[in-house]
C-alpha cells in the first residue's frame, strides 16, 4: 500500500502563482513516473505535467512555461511550482504515482491518487 498526501492548493488572484507538494510513503522500491492531473468543474482530469525517474518531463501545452514540476527523490515527494496563474488553471489538481513496491518486482506494481487539493484562481 502506498499512501499519497497532497498540499498547497489555495485561492490566488490571476497572475499569481502557488506551490504544490505531494508525498509518497509505505510499500515503494522505486518510483518510475510522478505526475499532477487537474479536473475542472464539469470537465475530465487532464494531465498538467509528469516527471520520470530519470528527471525527463512532459508538460500539457497549456501551461508550458508557467508551471514546473520536480521531485526529490529520495523523499518520495513531487512538486508542481505554478505561476502567472490564470483562472482556467481552477480546479482540482491530483498527484499520481506509478511504480515498484519491491526489487523483486519486473514492472511497475502500483499506480496511486493523491486525494486532490482545490486550486481556485479568480480574475
Known amino acids: 500500500q502506498v499512501h499519497m498526501v497532497e498540499s498547497g492548493g489555495g485561492l490566488v488572484q490571476a497572475g499569481g502563482s502557488l506551490r504544490l507538494s505531494c508525498s509518497a510513503s509505505?510499500?515503494?522500491?522505486?518510483?518510475?513516473?510522478m505526475g499532477w492531473y487537474s479536473r475542472a468543474p464539469g470537465k475530465q482530469r487532464d494531465l498538467v505535467a509528469v516527471?520520470?525517474?530519470?528527471?525527463?518531463?512532459d508538460y500539457a501545452d497549456s501551461v508550458k512555461g508557467r508551471f514546473t514540476i520536480s521531485r526529490d527523490n529520495a523523499k518520495s515527494t513531487v512538486y508542481l511550482q505554478m505561476n502567472n496563474l490564470k483562472p482556467e488553471d481552477t480546479g482540482v489538481y491530483y498527484c499520481?504515482?506509478?511504480?515498484?513496491?519491491?526489487?523483486?518486482?519486473?514492472?511497475?506494481?502500483?499506480?496511486?491518487w493523491g486525494q486532490g487539493t482545490q486550486v481556485t484562481v479568480s480574475s
Open positions: 499520481n504515482a506509478i511504480g515498484r513496491s519491491s526489487p523483486t518486482a519486473w514492472t511497475t506494481d502500483f499506480d496511486y
Open positions: 509505505g510499500s515503494i522500491f522505486s518510483i518510475d513516473r
Open positions: 516527471i520520470r525517474s530519470g528527471g525527463d518531463t
